[in-house]
């Protein structure tokens, strides 16, 4: 069974930071690229952020590029999403997901996702 178990998120103020993990369990997580989405109330879910099964390449989007930082540890089958300069736009609920081709930004082409985190940013 796969599992991908998210935490890390919570309320925090404006100009400050977060660090959200993602625990996968269940496939041979190295084989496998990952990306972080999100969803705002009322909104589409939205690409973050993703990397490649060995950390290599790496896509964000433009709005968190310079804040965001992705990155992923094969050993502890983890990937975690840095977020820095947090602003009240960044309010969403975080989602990991995998996929086993190289990394996008398309939601529709994960195949496994985790339950999701809130993240909320106050001013």
């Known amino acids: 069974q796969v599992q991908l178990v998210e935490s890390g998120g919570g309320l925090v103020q404006a100009g400050g930071s977060l660090r959200l993990s993602c625990v996968v369990s269940?496939?041979?997580?190295?084989?496998?690229?990952m990306g972080w989405f999100r969803q705002a109330p009322g909104k589409e879910r939205e690409f973050v952020a993703a990397?490649?099964?060995?950390?290599?390449?790496?896509l964000y989007a433009d709005p968190v590029k310079g804040r965001f930082t992705i990155s992923r540890d094969n050993a502890k089958n983890t990937v975690c999403l840095q977020m820095t300069s947090l602003k009240l736009e960044d309010t969403a609920v975080y989602y990991c997901?995998?996929?086993?081709?190289?990394?996008?930004?398309?939601?529709?082409?994960?195949?496994?996702w985790g339950q999701g985190t809130q993240v909320t940013v106050s001013s």
């Open positions: 990397i490649s099964w060995r950390g290599g390449s790496t």
């Open positions: 269940g496939l041979t997580f190295r084989s496998y690229s």
């Open positions: 997901a995998a996929r086993t081709y190289g990394p996008d930004t398309g939601w529709s082409r994960y195949d496994y």
